[in-house]
């Protein structure tokens, strides 16, 4: 069959229209009769291959007498698959577009439900004394509590990491969330965790655009967002200038996402604290972290090694010898979305000043393309620990086969990825999960 379609391409560009149709004529009858052994569940007879096989065979050889010699057809099928390739990587650079915009768009339910919310919060003045008497809350220091951080602008994913966390926690009194949001889902993330229940748990919501020293003169990722030609690479060049660089691109290039490497600074009494991405589930307690011992590292984090291309080389530009010369190409990755952080290590190394350091660097993009797991892999290069895998399953918003027995015995999973659980394009196999 594969040689027959490959001589009704040729006996075609020879305008042999004749042969090319009869050739496809025993094609379909070879598809039929394969369809039909499908069907059925059993092997195809000899009786019914051989006239098949017999009659498709001459027509092959009739090709070959036509001099649609070999040579003929390996150019002609090489020009062919590469013009197939070609085809092949512009739908793919394609879908990853759409992928991405699909994964960006802010669906209709969270955008009333924000409004909505938003309306709340600026209605009840209850509402707003209680965010007032809360901001000042000894348990917010508390070093002695278990803190979790989480930074986002979508409440119900920020809600879900909060209700998963405190239902599978044996002791929800004990925990605290420091949430921090942008200007535009403030009101409506107040009011929807100072509205509900959280088993007695601790939750303070903070506006990012509060924090006065998250500045240009002080963080490189501020200063490269204000720069013209850096805002023209990541969002175009028709952009309007007066529009707040924060709310863009969430993925890549908002301050929510890079203020993980400024966590000592925006809780600097506490020693310890547990990140979570919006889009993980916590399905055990975690409050064992902890008291995991870090060995004197900063980072604990689950190492992503385990698939071979999750190596430093494939996140990082080694042909450039800034980094060739500090790092090694084969050093393991390792994931964000669920990490343990010792502040007082933290410090100690000055992991944000590292991390200031290459963001400073790369501000031509060269040394890397886009998002925070690459700078992420140089400010705490030497300093993680790898956790148990069990902790952090990672790939529910894109892998369609991760083993049942792994997604039940993780502490986390995480849906990274385009395929969010909140979006239609969510794998249907895991959104009960998020649900």
């Not at 009659?55 to 013009?83: F, G, N, W």
């Not at 992991?351 to 992420?376: C, F, I």
Request: charged fraction near 20%; aromatic fraction near 12%; hydrophobic fraction near 40%.
């Amino acid at each position: 069959m594969a040689l027959g379609k490959a001589y009704v391409v040729i006996a075609k560009e020879h305008n042999n229209l004749h042969l090319a149709w009869e050739l496809s004529s025993k094609i379909r009858s070879c598809q039929l009769l394969l369809s039909k052994a499908a069907m059925r569940g059993q092997p195809i007879t000899l009786e019914e291959a051989e006239p098949i096989i017999s009659s498709l065979s001459s027509l092959i050889y009739k090709a070959q007498d036509a001099h649609y010699d070999i040579a003929t057809t390996i150019v002609t099928m090489k020009s062919h698959i590469q013009a197939l390739e070609e085809r092949a990587n512009a739908a793919t650079v394609q879908s990853t577009v759409f992928g991405q915009l699909v994964a960006e768009a802010f669906p209709k339910s969270l955008h009333c439900l924000i409004v909505k919310l938003s309306a709340d919060w600026l209605k009840r003045r209850p509402l707003q004394d209680l965010a007032d008497e809360q901001r000042n809350s000894p348990r917010l220091v508390d070093n002695n509590l278990y803190h979790f951080c989480i930074f986002s602008d979508n409440v119900l994913a920020t809600s879900v990491v909060v209700n998963s966390t405190i239902s599978n926690a044996d002791h929800p009194t004990q925990i605290v969330f420091h949430i921090v949001t942008n200007g535009i889902s403030y009101g409506a993330m107040q009011a929807w965790f100072l509205g509900n229940d959280f088993k007695g748990s601790t939750i303070e919501v903070q506006n990012i655009e509060e924090f006065s020293w998250l500045n240009a003169s002080y963080s490189p990722i501020v200063k490269q967002l204000l720069d013209i030609d850096s805002r023209a690479y990541y969002f175009g060049e028709n952009q309007d200038l007066k529009v707040e660089p924060k709310m863009r691109n969430p993925k890549y290039v908002s301050l929510l996402n890079h203020l993980r490497f400024h966590i000592p600074e925006i809780y600097p009494q506490l020693e310890k604290i547990v990140f979570l991405d919006d889009d993980v589930v916590v399905q055990k307690d975690l409050t064992p972290l902890f008291s995991l011992d870090l060995h004197g590292n900063v980072n604990g984090a689950v190492e992503t090694c385990l698939e071979a291309f999750h190596r430093y080389y494939k996140y990082l530009n080694f042909s450039n010898p800034i980094i060739s010369s500090k790092f090694d190409p084969q050093a393991c990755g390792w994931a964000f979305g669920m990490n343990v952080f010792d502040l007082i290590a933290w410090r100690k190394a000055n992991v944000t000043g590292r991390y200031h350091y290459w963001q400073e660097q790369n501000a031509d993009q060269t040394l890397w393309k886009m998002g925070t797991l690459p700078v992420g892999l140089l400010a705490f290069y030497g300093l993680t620990e790898p956790l148990d895998r069990r902790w952090h399953v990672l790939g529910l918003g894109y892998d369609l086969n991760i083993d049942n027995r792994l997604i039940e015995s993780a502490a986390v999973v995480h849906f990274n990825g385009n395929m969010k659980p909140w979006l239609k394009l969510a794998i249907g196999r895991y959104k009960p999960l998020w649900e």
